[in-house]
C-alpha cells in the first residue's frame, strides 16, 4: 500500500485574510469618538492566541481617511470580536446612550447615532 501523502498536506491550515472596516466618521466629524484614541484601544485590547498585545505582523490596525479604521487580519478573526470591543469601547467612554454599532454590509462595521423621535406635541401646551 502506498504512504497517505494527503495527510501531510492537509495538516497546513490555508492562508486566511480577512479585511474589517469600522466607519466613526459621523460621531469622528461632531467631535463626539475620537478615532486615535480608539485605535490605540484596539492595539492594547485585540487578543491574538490568548494573548492581548500580541498583534505582531497576523493583524494590523490601521486610519484611513476619516474617521475609518481598517482593521487587516491574516489569521482567523471574527468581526463580531471587533463589534464587541468597539461597544466595550462606547461603554467606558459613556456614549453607549448615543452611538450604537450597525453592520452595514460583510466586514463593514458603522457607528451610527440612535433615532429619537419627537412627535412634536408638548404636554404643556394644553
Same mark, same amino acid.
Not at 1 to 14: D, E
Not at 30 to 43: C, P
Not at 55 to 66: A, F
Given at each position: 500500500?502506498?504512504?497517505?501523502?494527503?495527510?501531510?498536506?492537509?495538516?497546513?491550515?490555508?492562508?486566511?485574510?480577512?479585511?474589517?472596516?469600522?466607519?466613526?466618521?459621523?460621531?469622528?466629524?461632531?467631535?463626539?469618538?475620537?478615532?486615535?484614541?480608539?485605535?490605540?484601544?484596539?492595539? @492594547?485590547?485585540?487578543? /491574538?492566541?490568548?494573548?492581548?498585545? *500580541?498583534?505582531?505582523?497576523?493583524?494590523?490596525?490601521?486610519?484611513?481617511? #476619516? %474617521?475609518?479604521?481598517?482593521?487587516?487580519?491574516?489569521?482567523?478573526?471574527?468581526?463580531?470580536?471587533?463589534?464587541?470591543?468597539?461597544?466595550?469601547?462606547?461603554?467606558?467612554?459613556?456614549?453607549? @446612550?448615543?452611538?450604537? /454599532?450597525?453592520?452595514?454590509?460583510? *466586514?463593514?462595521?458603522?457607528?451610527?447615532?440612535?433615532?429619537?423621535?419627537? #412627535? %412634536?406635541?408638548?404636554?404643556?401646551?394644553?
Amino acid at each position: 500500500m502506498a504512504p497517505n501523502t494527503k495527510s501531510a498536506k492537509a495538516a497546513k491550515p490555508a492562508k486566511v485574510t480577512n479585511k474589517f472596516v469600522i466607519d466613526a466618521s459621523r460621531p469622528a466629524g461632531d467631535k463626539i469618538f475620537d478615532v486615535n484614541q480608539f485605535d490605540k484601544f484596539l492595539h @492594547d485590547k485585540i487578543k /491574538v492566541d490568548g494573548r492581548v498585545g *500580541n498583534l505582531g505582523d497576523v493583524i494590523r490596525i490601521s486610519q484611513e481617511g #476619516d %474617521g475609518k479604521i481598517v482593521v487587516l487580519a491574516h489569521t482567523r478573526f471574527s468581526g463580531r470580536y471587533l463589534k464587541y470591543l468597539t461597544k466595550k469601547y462606547l461603554k467606558k467612554h459613556q456614549l453607549r @446612550d448615543w452611538l450604537r /454599532v450597525v453592520s452595514t454590509s460583510r *466586514n463593514v462595521y458603522e457607528l451610527k447615532f440612535y433615532n429619537i423621535v419627537d #412627535d %412634536g406635541v408638548d404636554d404643556d401646551e394644553d
